[in-house]
């Protein structure tokens, strides 16, 4: 399916966003379809988490201009717990945990607010954690307490598997994980998009996840605008040539625009 016939999952229009007096995004544009793959790319402070935070509305960020719609809805009014209901998942760089609730209390909870089906949650939670490597000994632990950063990537990306998602937005899914761990994870995320449609914004600053992660386009976002895009290979370059093309000092030039 071409880009131009998918249905449009998430659609990003001239997004201007400002935290305090200083302006972070300053004009991004972004259309994925349904069971697109992306990568965002991009150095430091560019403005990366700063569009995965206004995505899921975390406190603290103003749109001053433009919109951002999910499933053809606008989300500026919503909650986010409003928006993981209509489908809208982050795998953050950061997980917090949880201290007194488990897993499958989470999942449980997590899919009545949906009105989905609650039966066999707990053996369902069991096959999840073996397609991912994760260990069913740390199952009945609180979430994301007591487990090193592999380990919390691992149970994001379960939950991602155990509540559907229409769009999951990977915050640098690839940190705290060694080699056979992010394999198993893009996979479980690959088999997620082609079996749901589920659409990927993936986060990163390596090629390294998109050697297991398949993506359509990679675009580098610099200055809080996406700068270039291209194919898959792009990744590949920016690990040999960095960011430097992108993050000259002062206003960008008139020839970087957003996509």
């Excluded at 499933?71 to 007194?100: I, K, N, W």
């Excluded at 989905?116 to 740390?138: M, P, Q, T």
């Excluded at 088999?191 to 992660?213: C, E, G, P, Q, W």
């Amino acid at each position: 399916m071409s880009q131009a016939s998918m249905v449009p999952v998430l659609e990003i229009t001239d997004l201007h966003v400002s935290v305090g007096e200083k302006e972070i995004l300053r004009g991004v544009s972004l259309t994925v379809g349904e069971g697109e793959k992306v990568a965002i790319m991009g150095p430091n402070g560019s403005g990366k988490t700063t569009l995965s935070n206004v995505l899921l509305g975390k406190p603290g960020y103003r749109i001053d201009q433009g919109s951002i719609r999910f499933m053809g809805q606008d989300l500026s009014s919503l909650s986010t717990h409003e928006r993981a209901q209509l489908g809208l998942s982050l795998v953050s760089q950061y997980p917090q945990e949880v201290e007194g609730v488990d897993l499958k209390d989470l999942v449980g909870a997590a899919l009545s607010a949906r009105g989905l089906d609650l039966d066999g949650v707990e053996s369902r939670v069991a096959n999840e954690a073996r397609k991912i490597g994760f260990s069913e000994s740390l199952l009945g632990r609180w979430v994301n307490v007591d487990l090193s950063g592999g380990e919390k990537k691992r149970l994001e990306t379960l939950l991602l598997s155990l509540v559907p998602a229409r769009l999951a937005v990977l915050d640098e899914l690839d940190s705290g994980l060694d080699i056979d761990a992010l394999r198993q994870v893009s996979q479980r995320i690959e088999d997620l998009s082609s079996s749901n449609s589920m659409a990927v914004v993936a986060i990163t600053h390596y090629s390294r996840l998109l050697k297991t992660l398949t993506v359509s386009r990679v675009l580098v976002l610099a200055h809080g605008l996406f700068v270039t895009e291209g194919g898959p290979e792009l990744a590949e370059e920016l690990e040999t040539t960095g960011y430097r093309d992108y993050t000259g000092k002062g206003t960008p030039t008139e020839d970087i625009f957003p996509f």
